[in-house]
């Protein structure tokens, strides 16, 4: 039986959960779970946000633990190995996206916490393609949030072929945006922190950024008009799009990876005359979470983190949810 925390209905507390697991399946593998950091998407599915939250809801997807169990399948891992899990669970492994190496885009990849019991738990199950062995010299207890919020950040610089002597500016400094000031900096880049918390400009840029933007103001962010590259946003609210489009240099990107609900409003000119992009992307696929990882061991790069008895995860995501993760929360088991 696997002991877990889970909600029975939208925006309820987080209580015991047992669960029965079955016999685990030959392409699976049972992690011990040591730590689990708390994303935002864990809060919005807990609220059902998105409309797609199952209950029972044991939230949880930025896992780090050791493997206790191997499906009969498994070759690539073996009990007491370090490992993590992040967002998907499990991908098909046939389909042209997965045979083309990008699993995280899989019509049919499962989600950890999508019709499935996450992290926040004594143990999780996962396909052993979604687990990833963690590098030597990556710090066991800040890792969890590289295996979401991290990859989350890192993926585009590796999708865009972001230069060392680009210009990145990052909007929302949360669990995401934090991370994507130490990747782009460890990736060479000129770094701006775009921010509506007066309090986070100093710890920005002790965090990577070499300038702080309120993202909140239209004025300041005029100032920068033309001057960077790419433009990740990690905020989950609508800001003036447009204004950041215009910070814009020719060819540049705007690129989401925040959930906002609401439709972005962009002026097409703004596109068409300077060749402007704009994307999306979602967490990374097992390849390059792999690479993320060595990149950050190398870097050593690790998440700011403040960090929680699971007994307490109800404050933890009450933390969270005011916006006073500095900056990423995690749960020890
Ligand atoms: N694409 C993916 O695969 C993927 C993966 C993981 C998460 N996500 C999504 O990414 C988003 C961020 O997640 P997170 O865990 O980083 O959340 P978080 O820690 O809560 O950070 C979000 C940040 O957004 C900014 N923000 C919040 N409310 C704002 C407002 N009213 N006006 C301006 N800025 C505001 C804040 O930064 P400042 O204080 O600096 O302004 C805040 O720290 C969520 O929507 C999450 O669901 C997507
Ligand atoms: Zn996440
Ligand atoms: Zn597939």
Not at 107 to 132: E, L, T
Request: proline share 5%; with cysteine.
């Amino acid at each position: 039986m696997i002991k877990a925390y889970a909600a029975q209905q939208a925006g309820g507390k987080l209580e015991a959960f047992t669960y029965d697991p079955g016999p685990l399946e030959a392409n699976d593998v049972e992690i011990d779970v040591d730590y689990c950091g708390i994303c935002h998407s864990d809060l919005s599915m807990l609220e059902n946000e998105w409309g797609i939250t199952r209950f029972p809801f044991v939230p949880g997807h930025e896992i780090v633990g050791s493997v206790a169990s191997t499906g009969v399948a498994v070759t690539h891992l073996k009990a007491g190995d370090k490992v993590g899990l992040g967002w998907h669970s499990g991908y098909c492994m046939t389909c042209p996206t997965c045979m083309s190496g990008d699993h995280n885009m899989c019509s049919n990849a499962k989600g950890v916490i999508i019709d499935h019991h996450g992290g926040f738990a004594n143990k999780v199950r996962a396909q052993a393609a979604s687990v990833i062995a963690l590098p030597d010299g990556i710090d066991i207890e800040s890792a969890g949030p590289l295996f979401c919020g991290g990859i989350t950040v890192f993926n585009p610089l590796v999708q865009f072929d972001v230069q060392p002597t680009d210009k990145v500016g990052v909007i929302g400094i949360g669990g995401l945006g934090h991370m994507a000031l130490l990747f782009a900096n460890a990736w060479g880049c000129e770094v701006t922190a775009f921010t509506s918390s007066e309090a986070k400009r100093q710890e920005a840029l002790e965090m990577g950024a070499h300038h702080t933007i309120d993202s909140r103001d239209p004025e300041a962010i005029a100032a920068a008009t033309g001057q960077l590259d790419m433009i990740i946003s990690t905020v989950n609210v609508k800001l003036d799009w447009n204004a950041f489009l215009s910070a814009l240099k020719p060819r540049g990107r705007l690129h989401f990876v925040g959930a906002t609900l609401e439709p972005i409003d962009l002026g097409v000119f703004n596109l068409m005359m300077t060749q402007r992009s704009v994307s999306g992307s979602p967490v990374g696929s097992p390849a390059t979470i792999a690479k993320m990882l060595d990149f950050a061991a190398r870097h050593n790069i690790r998440p700011v983190i403040e960090t929680y008895p699971m007994t307490q995860v109800n404050e933890a995501m009450d933390r969270l949810k005011k916006g006073q993760a500095r900056y990423r929360i995690v749960l020890r088991r």
